[in-house]
């Protein structure tokens, strides 16, 4: 197969890979992109876009559950819910598949050229991609890499069976009647309530003294009651022992010295995603690592001249939108922009029910920096959308300098807030003042007045509190 040179090669087309490639087509660059899964990454195949539309479907199928159940106060009625969730599978499916698609003709758009297969590095500026018709080399200038992130298996629980990751979870076509969930994070806490509104029942086991650990209690709170109302145990301090000799149960013991048999028809296991930085032939490369994560400085650049690397390949938040801003940025500064990264912060949501944002720094945060701060929070008890939409649970919380009212973070907990990070992420990231925000006449009614309010409250004259 003939060699094939170019100016960047990209190795990967995650959220962090395509975008990058796309971005250097636009400018210019004469770019190839290796992937050898499809377009779109862990992030558009088995992960944000498919998890977010079976927990979709899951609140979709409890509230009808509930209406038919006669708990809904609106006065709606339903007969008999049930769901296909094979149906619900090739539903996701679609989607992404048309995402992956939309990724695909994109790139194509941009005159990248996609090289489907697994790369492998020769040298600091050669690597070999195993294709289905043969090996195809490529020589590049600039090398990005963004091969991106995979689960974490447990020893004592190693993938297969009963076992499962987020990725198995997600193509399950039958609803499993007991489900144990093994951490209480990210993936473990939004598809643990998403399988209890579809109808299993969940325990879910977590080894530290509480869920979702990245976030503080007070916004955690109202997940917690979520997963008590579902009917989802939740074992705090509770180290998992392995599956039983009979292979139905999972054992665990508590934090209290209880032995735990939790009868399981699966056993998903959440408990983080590591960077892949093997198989691609880093051996032949001499790059500085940065723990478990490729060392990157403020550019994306590695230690060794001409190769990049952007998104969870480098470290935490392993986000997607991380990932993208990233790779936005390393192909212009390959095309000849100078680029830094100058991000004041990185929004974080999740999608459990109710949904958690935090943008920039939380109170603890503040202070530990040593901050004085001033801090404005309003529940959405108080806010008339939020009754409409029978999501009176949470608030929006801002923290600012008490000096001069600069917002430092902004966090909230509530249905359907994840809309709110965008407002939450501009106030930051433009160096709004209180006053900025208060001063911004918000649409009635919304959800977002809440913002307006916690703002208000901070300079201690919020008006519907
Ligand atoms: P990836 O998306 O992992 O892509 C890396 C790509 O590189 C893959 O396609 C892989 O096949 C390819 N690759 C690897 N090695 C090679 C090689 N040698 N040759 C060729 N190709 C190679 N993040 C959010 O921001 N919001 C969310 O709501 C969210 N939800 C998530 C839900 C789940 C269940 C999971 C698992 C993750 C979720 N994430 C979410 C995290 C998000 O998916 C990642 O942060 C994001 O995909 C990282 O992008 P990336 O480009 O770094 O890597
Ligand atoms: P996570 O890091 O969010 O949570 C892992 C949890 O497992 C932690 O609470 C940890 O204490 C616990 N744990 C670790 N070892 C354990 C053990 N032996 N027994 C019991 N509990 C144990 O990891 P995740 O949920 O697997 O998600 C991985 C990453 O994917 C996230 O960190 C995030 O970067 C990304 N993600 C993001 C979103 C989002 O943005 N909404 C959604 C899903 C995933």
């Given at each position: 197969m003939k060699e094939i040179t170019c100016k960047l090669l990209v190795i990967g087309a995650g959220p962090g890979g395509y975008v990058c490639a796309i971005r250097a087509g636009q400018l210019g660059v004469d770019t190839v992109i290796v992937e050898?899964?499809?377009?779109?990454?862990?992030?558009?195949?088995?992960?944000c876009i498919p998890s977010k539309a079976i927990i979709h479907a899951a609140d979709d199928f409890a509230k009808t559950v509930a209406m038919a159940a006669g708990r809904n106060a609106m006065g709606i009625k339903a007969d008999n819910p049930a769901i296909d969730l094979a149906k619900t599978m090739a539903w996701k499916d679609g989607i992404t598949g048309r995402l992956t698609m939309g990724v695909s003709s994109l790139l194509k758009k941009a005159g990248v050229k996609i090289v489907v297969g697994r790369a492998k590095f020769r040298d600091g500026k050669t690597v070999a991609v195993e294709t289905e018709t043969g090996e195809q080399v490529i020589r590049a200038e600039n090398i990005v890499i963004a091969t991106g992130s995979a689960p974490v298996e447990l020893p004592m629980l190693p993938f297969g069976g009963k076992v499962i990751s987020s990725t198995g979870a997600l193509s399950l076509t039958e609803v499993p009647e007991r489900l144990a969930v093994v951490g209480a994070g990210y993936i473990g806490l939004e598809l643990g309530l998403a399988f209890a509104k579809l109808g299993s029942k969940v325990t879910i086991v977590e080894?530290?003294?509480?869920?979702?650990?990245?976030?503080d209690t007070q916004l955690t709170q109202p997940v917690a009651r979520r997963l008590a109302a579902l009917g989802v145990e939740v074992l705090l301090g509770t180290k998992v022992k392995g599956p039983s000799s009979n292979g139905e149960a999972l054992l665990a013991k508590t934090g209290s010295g209880e032995e735990r048999r939790i009868a399981a028809d699966r056993i998903l296991v959440t408990v983080g995603r590591k960077p892949?930085?093997?198989?691609?032939?880093?051996?032949?490369l001499e790059l500085d690592m940065d723990g478990r994560f490729l060392r990157i400085d403020e550019q994306c650049?590695?230690?060794?001249?001409g190769i990049y690397a952007i998104g969870?390949?480098?470290?935490?938040?392993?986000l997607a939108h991380r990932a993208m801003a990233q790779g936005e940025m390393v192909a212009e500064i390959i095309s000849g922009k100078r680029r830094?990264?100058?991000?004041r912060a990185i929004p974080a949501v999740c999608f459990t029910d109710p949904e958690i944002v935090s943008v920039g720094m939380s109170p603890d945060e503040a202070k530990a920096a040593g901050r004085e701060i001033k801090i404005g929070q309003f529940p959405f008890s108080a806010n008339g959308r939020a009754m409409t939409l029978s999501a009176e649970e949470g608030f929006v919380r801002v923290v600012a300098r008490a000096?001069?009212?600069?917002?430092l973070g902004i966090q909230g907990v509530g249905a359907?807030?994840?809309?709110?990070s965008a407002a939450f992420g501009i106030a930051v990231e433009m160096g709004a003042r209180l006053e900025d925000i208060a001063g911004t006449i918000h649409?009635?009614?919304?959800?977002?007045?809440a913002f307006a309010e916690s703002a208000l409250k901070a300079l201690g004259h919020a008006l519907h509190v």
């Amino acid at each position: 197969m003939k060699e094939i040179t170019c100016k960047l090669l990209v190795i990967g087309a995650g959220p962090g890979g395509y975008v990058c490639a796309i971005r250097a087509g636009q400018l210019g660059v004469d770019t190839v992109i290796v992937e050898m899964a499809k377009p779109g990454g862990t992030c558009l195949n088995i992960g944000c876009i498919p998890s977010k539309a079976i927990i979709h479907a899951a609140d979709d199928f409890a509230k009808t559950v509930a209406m038919a159940a006669g708990r809904n106060a609106m006065g709606i009625k339903a007969d008999n819910p049930a769901i296909d969730l094979a149906k619900t599978m090739a539903w996701k499916d679609g989607i992404t598949g048309r995402l992956t698609m939309g990724v695909s003709s994109l790139l194509k758009k941009a005159g990248v050229k996609i090289v489907v297969g697994r790369a492998k590095f020769r040298d600091g500026k050669t690597v070999a991609v195993e294709t289905e018709t043969g090996e195809q080399v490529i020589r590049a200038e600039n090398i990005v890499i963004a091969t991106g992130s995979a689960p974490v298996e447990l020893p004592m629980l190693p993938f297969g069976g009963k076992v499962i990751s987020s990725t198995g979870a997600l193509s399950l076509t039958e609803v499993p009647e007991r489900l144990a969930v093994v951490g209480a994070g990210y993936i473990g806490l939004e598809l643990g309530l998403a399988f209890a509104k579809l109808g299993s029942k969940v325990t879910i086991v977590e080894a530290l003294d509480r869920i979702l650990p990245l976030y503080d209690t007070q916004l955690t709170q109202p997940v917690a009651r979520r997963l008590a109302a579902l009917g989802v145990e939740v074992l705090l301090g509770t180290k998992v022992k392995g599956p039983s000799s009979n292979g139905e149960a999972l054992l665990a013991k508590t934090g209290s010295g209880e032995e735990r048999r939790i009868a399981a028809d699966r056993i998903l296991v959440t408990v983080g995603r590591k960077p892949v930085t093997e198989g691609w032939g880093r051996e032949e490369l001499e790059l500085d690592m940065d723990g478990r994560f490729l060392r990157i400085d403020e550019q994306c650049r590695t230690s060794m001249r001409g190769i990049y690397a952007i998104g969870d390949v480098t470290g935490e938040p392993m986000l997607a939108h991380r990932a993208m801003a990233q790779g936005e940025m390393v192909a212009e500064i390959i095309s000849g922009k100078r680029r830094s990264w100058d991000k004041r912060a990185i929004p974080a949501v999740c999608f459990t029910d109710p949904e958690i944002v935090s943008v920039g720094m939380s109170p603890d945060e503040a202070k530990a920096a040593g901050r004085e701060i001033k801090i404005g929070q309003f529940p959405f008890s108080a806010n008339g959308r939020a009754m409409t939409l029978s999501a009176e649970e949470g608030f929006v919380r801002v923290v600012a300098r008490a000096d001069n009212h600069l917002v430092l973070g902004i966090q909230g907990v509530g249905a359907g807030i994840s809309e709110l990070s965008a407002a939450f992420g501009i106030a930051v990231e433009m160096g709004a003042r209180l006053e900025d925000i208060a001063g911004t006449i918000h649409a009635h009614p919304t959800q977002s007045e809440a913002f307006a309010e916690s703002a208000l409250k901070a300079l201690g004259h919020a008006l519907h509190v």
